[in-house]
C-alpha cells in the first residue's frame, strides 16, 4: 500500500480472491477513514479491470492500476495486457500468486503468469520476497510510464503479501538497461530539417506518441511554422484539434479519402509517434514510395519496421519537434493544402452527407454519432468499442481537447468500450461518451454491474443493428454475402437497464433522436441510448485490407 | 521466393535475471525463426550474462529481431554480426569404440589430422574432442563416422568475440552510469 501510495496512486481497479487476500485485507484500511488514500472501483470481471486502468491511463495520463488475484484473476487480465502492449497504454496489474514455496505444485488457482505475459507485456516481474516490494513496484511504475508507455505484469507471491520486514522506500528512476529518453540526434534534426525545407508538398501523420509525449502545442508549432498538413491516426485523433487548419483528417482504411490520397503525392511524409500500423499503410509496397520519409519515435525498434526511413529522429518529440521547429523555414503551402479540398468535397458529397444527415430510411450509425456530437459539451471524452460502431464514431467526433479518444486501436479489442469508459469516468469530469454495438455491448454487459454501483456517469449509446456489423461488411464485400453467424439475437435491452436501475431511451425514429440525446445529455449519471440502427449499414470509405491506400473506394 | 538467407550471430548482453532467455527466445518463436545454436554465460562484466545465438536468417528480419531483443527492458545491448566481423569457436566431443580405434589406425591418423586431441581412452571408448569452426567440427565427425566408429557426438553452441576495436558494451555501460 505504501508502496503504491509513493508512486501516486488514486484509483485502484480490482477483483478480490485467495491469493490477493492479505493486500485486499490492507487495502481496507486504506480506502477509508483517516488513512484513506485510495478509491478502489470493484469491476465483475478482472478483464474490465484492466480496460478501466487503461481508459484512466489513457485521459488521464497517469498509469491505470489493476488488482487482481491469481490463477483465473490474472489470465482474465491478459486480453487487457496484450491490449494495453499494442496501444502504449501504461498500466501495472498487480496480482497475486501462490506462495513461493508452492510454485510448480500445480497448487489451487497457480498459474505461470509472468511465463504467459511476458511477451504481451512491457515487463513482467515475480515479487518472491517482502524486501522486494518496494523496488518492484516503484520500478514497474518507471517502466509503464516511461519511454514508450506500456504494461507492466506484477505477480505477487503470497508470502511476501505477509512476511514481516523493515520498511524502507525505494524509488526506481534509472535502469541502466534501459533507455528510455533516447538521446536526440542533431544530425538527423538537422537532416530533416533539410527535407522539410526543400518540401512542395509535405505531409505530416501524427500518431498517439504526441498525446504520450504530451506534445500537443509542440506539435502545432511545428505544423504552423513550415504550413504542413496533418493526418491523424485514430489514436491520435485528439493530439491536434479536430478544429485545427492544418488537420486534414484521420488516415487509414475508414479514415479521410483526401489524406490517404495524398499520401500517395506528398514528396515528404513526416510520422510523428506513429508506427504505420496495416490499418494505414495497406499494401507497403506501394506506399508512399514517392516520398521522402522521416520518421520521429520514440521507440528505435518502430523505424524501419514496417516502411523504410530516409531520416529517423529517436527521441520523444516533446524535445524532438521543438529542436526541428527550430531549424524550419517559415513556409506557405496553400496551393498544396487547397488540393485536398476537392477531394474532400467529393467524400463530403458520396459519404459524409448521406451518413450524417439522411432523410429516409431507418436511423444510420453516422448520423447518431453527429447528434451526439453537436449536442456534447466541448471536451467530451469519447470512448469506443470496436467494430464500426468504433469507426463510425471515430469518423464523425469532435476532438477540440487534448486526450479526448479511448479506443482499441492496435488489438481491436470488443468488450474494450464499457470499462475503459468506466476507467475514463474516474480520470476526469468530462462528459464521456461510449459507442458500443450490439456485439461489444454484451461482451463486457457485466459492467453494467459497475456502472450502477459507482453511478459512473458513462453516456452509453447502443447503436444497435442486430449485427456483428463490420463482419457483416466484410462478409458482404468479400464473401460473397456469406452471412456465416453474424447475425445476433439480442435481449431486451430496456428490461436490461432497468434490472441495473440506469435510465434508458430508445431511439427508432430520426425526429426523435436530438431530444434523446440532449436527455442523454442532461441526466447526472450513466445512460444507455439505444438506437435502432439500419441493419445493413456500411462503413465507408474503404480500402480494402492489403489494397493500396490511393485504392480508397468511396461507394462499394 | 524467400530472400536468400545466411547464418547470423547475436550478441546479447543482459541483467542477470531469471526469465531473460525466454524473453529472448519469444522474440525468434513468433517469427518461427530456428535459433541453430545458444550459448549462455557469465560476460566479463560483473553480473551481466552474456547469449552468443546463431540463426539464419535474412538482413532485414535479422535487424527487427535483435531491435525487438535489445527492447527487453533487462537487455543491456544486442547487436548481430556476420561470420567475418568475429572471432568464432565451438567444441565437439566425438565418442568413439576402442575396439576399432585400435583395429584401424587410420582412425588416429583422422584424429591427428584434424588437430584434434585425445582426452580419455579405456578398453571401451575413446574421446576425442576437437575445437574450431563448425565446418572443420561436423567434416571430423564426417571423416570418423565413414570408419563406423563413432558412438557419440556432440558439438557445442558458438561463441564469438567480436573483431571490432572498441568494447561496446563497456563503454554504453559506463554512459550509462555517468549520466544515471
Excluded at chain 1, 183 to 202: M, T, Y
Excluded at chain 1, 324 to 347: G, M, P, V, Y
Amino acid at each position: 500500500m505504501r508502496a503504491l501510495q509513493a508512486e501516486g496512486v488514486k484509483t485502484i481497479f480490482g477483483y478480490p480472491g485467495g491469493s490477493i487476500m492479505p493486500v485486499y485485507d490492507a487495502l481496507f484500511d486504506y480506502t477509508r477513514g483517516e488513512k484513506k488514500c485510495f478509491d478502489h472501483i470493484l469491476v465483475r470481471h478482472e478483464q474490465a479491470a484492466t480496460h478501466a486502468a487503461e481508459g484512466y491511463a489513457r485521459v488521464s495520463g497517469e498509469v491505470g492500476v489493476a488488482l487482481v488475484t491469481s490463477g483465473p484473476g490474472a489470465t482474465n487480465t491478459l486480453t487487457g495486457v496484450a491490449d494495453a502492449m499494442l496501444d502504449s497504454t501504461p498500466i501495472v496489474v498487480i496480482a497475486g500468486q501462490v506462495a513461493i514455496s508452492a510454485l510448480g505444485t500445480d497448487a489451487f488457482q497457480e498459474v505461470d503468469l509472468v511465463g504467459v505475459a511476458q511477451p504481451i507485456s512491457k515487463w513482467s516481474y515475480q515479487i518472491r520476497r517482502a524486501e522486494d516490494v518496494a523496488w518492484a513496484v516503484s520500478r514497474a511504475f518507471y517502466i509503464a510510464r516511461s519511454g514508450r508507455p506500456g504494461p507492466v505484469v506484477l505477480d505477487f507471491a503470497r508470502n511476501a503479501q505477509v512476511e514481516e520486514f523493515d520498511w524502507e522506500p525505494k524509488k526506481v528512476d534509472f535502469i541502466r538497461s534501459y533507455v528510455a529518453y533516447p538521446k536526440l540526434n542533431e544530425q538527423a534534426v538537422r537532416e530533416a530539417a533539410e527535407l522539410i525545407n526543400h518540401a512542395e508538398r509535405p505531409l505530416a501523420l501524427v500518431g498517439q506518441g504526441v498525446e504520450l509525449g504530451n506534445a500537443q502545442e509542440e506539435l502545432k508549432a511545428f505544423l504552423e511554422k513550415a504550413d504542413i498538413p496533418a493526418g491523424r491516426t485514430m489514436l491520435g485523433l485528439s493530439a491536434l484539434p479536430s478544429d485545427h487548419p492544418l488537420n486534414v483528417g484521420m488516415l487509414g482504411m475508414h479514415g479521410n479519402y483526401a489524406v490517404n490520397l495524398k499520401e500517395q503525392e506528398c514528396d515528404v511524409l513526416i510520422a510523428i509517434g506513429m508506427r504505420f500500423s496495416d490499418r494505414v499503410t495497406g499494401n507497403l509496397k506501394t506506399y508512399a514510395k514517392q516520398a521522402k520519409i522521416i520518421h520521429l519515435d520514440i521507440d528505435r525498434s518502430e523505424i524501419d519496421k514496417n516502411v523504410k526511413t530516409h531520416v529517423a529522429v529517436v527521441a520523444d518529440c516533446k524535445e524532438s519537434l521543438p529542436a526541428l521547429t527550430a531549424l524550419l523555414n517559415k513556409n506557405d503551402h496553400h496551393e498544396w493544402r487547397e488540393s485536398f479540398k476537392e477531394l474532400d468535397q467529393q467524400e463530403r458529397t458520396k459519404v459524409i452527407e448521406p451518413a450524417i444527415h439522411p432523410t429516409e430510411g431507418p436511423l444510420k450509425m453516422g448520423e447518431v454519432v453527429n447528434a451526439v456530437a453537436e449536442r456534447a459539451p466541448r471536451g467530451t471524452v469519447l470512448v469506443t468499442d470496436v467494430g464500426q460502431n468504433q469507426l463510425f464514431a471515430t469518423r464523425y467526433f469532435k476532438y477540440p481537447v487534448k486526450r479526448s479518444i479511448c479506443t482499441s486501436g492496435g488489438l481491436g479489442t470488443m468488450g474494450y468500450g464499457m470499462p475503459a469508459a468506466i476507467g475514463a469516468t474516474f480520470a476526469t469530469d468530462r462528459t464521456v461518451c461510449c459507442f458500443m454495438g450490439d456485439g461489444g455491448f454484451q461482451m463486457c454487459i457485466e459492467e453494467l454491474g459497475t456502472i450502477m454501483e459507482q453511478q459512473a456517469p458513462v453516456k452509453m449509446i447502443l447503436l444497435n443493428n442486430h449485427y456483428l456489423g463490420n463482419v457483416r461488411q466484410w462478409q458482404d464485400m468479400f464473401w460473397m454475402r456469406r452471412k456465416s453467424f453474424t447475425k445476433m439475437m439480442n435481449p431486451n435491452y430496456a428490461f436490461i437497464a432497468q434490472g441495473y436501475g440506469i435510465p434508458y431511451q430508445a431511439v427508432t425514429d430520426r425526429k426523435d433522436l436530438g431530444a434523446a440525446v440532449e436527455k442523454m445529455l442532461a441526466t447526472d449519471g450513466p445512460f444507455i441510448l439505444e438506437c435502432a440502427i439500419l441493419e445493413e449499414d456500411n462503413v465507408l470509405p474503404m480500402t480494402p485490407p492489403g489494397m493500396n491506400v490511393n485504392d480508397m473506394m468511396l461507394e462499394i | 521466393m524467400e530472400e536468400k538467407k545466411k547464418l547470423y550471430t547475436l550478441l546479447v548482453y543482459s541483467e542477470n535475471i531469471a526469465g531473460i532467455l525466454n524473453q529472448i527466445t519469444a522474440v525468434f518463436t513468433r517469427r518461427q525463426v530456428n535459433i541453430e545454436s545458444l550459448n549462455v554465460s557469465a560476460s566479463s562484466i560483473e553480473g551481466v550474462h552474456k547469449y552468443t545465438i546463431t540463426a539464419w536468417s535474412d538482413p532485414d528480419q535479422i535487424e527487427k529481431i535483435t531491435h525487438q531483443i535489445e527492447k527487453k527492458i533487462d537487455v543491456v545491448k544486442a547487436n548481430y554480426f556476420t561470420d567475418d566481423q568475429l572471432f568464432i569457436r565451438e567444441s565437439g566431443l566425438y565418442k568413439l569404440s576402442t575396439e576399432n580405434v585400435l583395429q584401424n589406425p587410420e582412425i588416429s591418423r583422422t584424429v591427428r589430422r584434424f588437430d584434434a586431441h585425445i582426452i580419455e581412452v579405456n578398453p571401451t571408448y575413446t574421446i576425442v574432442m576437437k575445437h574450431g569452426i563448425t565446418e572443420d567440427i561436423i567434416a571430423l565427425y564426417r571423416a570418423l563416422d565413414a570408419f563406423g566408429c563413432v558412438l557419440q557426438y556432440t558439438r557445442s553452441g558458438r561463441i564469438a568475440v567480436t573483431r571490432g576495436m572498441q568494447e561496446q558494451v563497456s563503454a554504453f555501460l559506463e554512459e550509462r552510469q555517468k549520466n544515471g
